[in-house]
């Protein structure tokens, strides 16, 4: 939503860039304590996404897991070919930070696309033949590139916000 708003409130067009965020979590998926191995306080941290997801009234269900999230990518770039980038993001966001399902897998994701009315069988068709393997891999460049290491990570003239904000960050890293 606060993109959307930047974009009508500046005239901007927004380039998505995918980024690998975890890209060793094996398909099967980690729980949360595995992935973190006593990095961080995992409590703590579902209660500041919590708070975030509620500041940006989004849903956000009681997450366990974390699961490998390439091939969604290699799907959302499918998806914003075929003008459907946004709601299978959305989708996607939901399945996974709600519904706490497993975006590694075909099934999944392809029954996201088909709930956004795209074609099942052909989503099934770009993830087994990996049509979007080096546009993602493209993305993981640009990102590693620019030295982008959280998500989201938002630039614009050279200059970075990183992490949810308040609407006035945003206007103010367009503004400068």
Not at 98 to 122: F, M, P, S
Request: include cysteine.
């Amino acid at each position: 939503m606060r993109t959307a708003q930047l974009c009508q409130e500046f005239g901007l067009q927004v380039r998505y860039t995918v980024y690998p965020l975890h890209p060793d979590t094996p398909d099967a998926g980690m729980t949360l304590e595995e992935l973190f191995a006593g990095r961080f306080d995992i409590d703590a941290m579902l209660a500041r996404l919590r708070q975030v997801a509620a500041e940006l009234d989004l849903p956000f269900g009681d997450r366990t897991h974390t699961y490998n999230s390439r091939r969604a990518q290699e799907l959302g770039k499918w998806a914003e070919q075929q003008g459907g980038g946004s709601a299978f993001q959305d989708a996607t966001y939901r399945a996974y930070f709600v519904d706490g399902k497993n975006i590694a897998q075909v099934d999944v994701l392809a029954a996201i696309a088909a709930g956004v009315g795209l074609d099942t069988a052909e989503a099934e068709r770009v993830l087994t033949e990996k049509c979007y393997s080096a546009a993602v891999d493209t993305d993981w460049q640009r990102a590693r590139s620019m030295a982008i290491t959280a998500v989201p990570t938002l630039l614009y003239d050279h200059r970075q916000l990183v992490g949810y904000a308040p609407y006035e960050d945003f206007q103010k890293l367009v503004t400068g």
